[in-house]
Nanobody, 115 residues
Framework: QVHLVESGGGLVQPGGSLRLSCVAS????????MDWFRQAPGNERQLVAR???????NYPDSLKGRFTVSRDNAKNTVYLDIARLKPEDTANYFC?????????WGQGTQVTVSA
């Protein structure tokens, strides 16, 4: 059984930064491409970043520049660093992986950007 647990969210002032973490337990995700998504109230879930097992990262064009995804396979952990936070970054941030035919999601960590 795979479990993903995110942490690191919180209330941050505009211009600040955060590091989100996602720890994967169980077999599978640590050898798979992992993603970070976010979802704000009333909005669809949006892909934020993707990282391959070997560490190759990809970002949507609209989000390039302030988001950095990384992973430590020895710790079964994926990180998302967000710089120069904006109020529009306010959302619940989820990590995700696909193992075989199954999608796995964490419960999310809330990021709120407000003065």
């Amino acid at each position: 059984q795979v479990h993903l647990v995110e942490s690191g969210g919180g209330l941050v002032q505009p211009g600040g930064s955060l590091r989100l973490s996602c720890v994967a337990s169980g077999r599978g995700c640590s050898d798979a491409t992992m993603d970070w998504f976010r979802q704000a109230p009333g909005n669809e879930r949006q892909l934020v970043a993707r990282i391959s097992p070997g560490g190759t990262s990809n970002y949507p064009d609209s989000l390039k520049g302030r988001f950095t995804v990384s992973r430590d396979n020895a710790k079964n952990t994926v990180y998302l660093d967000i710089a120069r936070l904006k109020p529009e970054d306010t959302a619940n941030y989820f990590c995700h992986c696909v193992v075989g035919l199954y999608d796995y999601w964490g419960q999310g960590t809330q990021v709120t950007v407000s003065a």
